[in-house]
């Protein structure tokens, strides 16, 4: 046996030390594209909710928010009613 043929598989060692690092480079980038892209998600829920097509952020009214508070069973019926009669009574005319 060759000490030359046994080092570096007959030379395809150098491809694999150039490879490494960028393999490297892509793993870290997709951890933090992925970091980044759970935290906009989660964190813009309650602040509003961004509109794809247009691609900015809305702010949900106080109506859509007891709606959605209502539906996901937060709040209970009566709770729900009382909350939107004073959200119309205040409402600017």
């Known amino acids: 046996m060759e000490v ?8 395809v060692g150098w491809a694999w030390m150039a490879f490494m690092p960028l393999l490297w480079i892509a793993l870290i ?9 759970l935290t906009r998600s989660s964190s813009g829920g309650a602040a ?6 247009e691609g900015r952020a809305q702010r949900e009214t106080p109506e859509e928010i007891l709606d959605r508070r209502y539906a996901s069973g937060e709040i209970d019926t009566d709770t729900y009613a009382e ?8 409402r600017p005319k």
């Open 83 to 90: 909350a939107r009669e004073r959200l119309a009574a205040h």
């Open 4 to 11: 030359g043929t046994v080092m570096y598989w007959d030379g």
């Open 29 to 37: 980038g997709l951890a933090v594209w992925a970091v980044i892209r």
């Open 48 to 53: 509003g909710r961004t509109n794809s097509w």
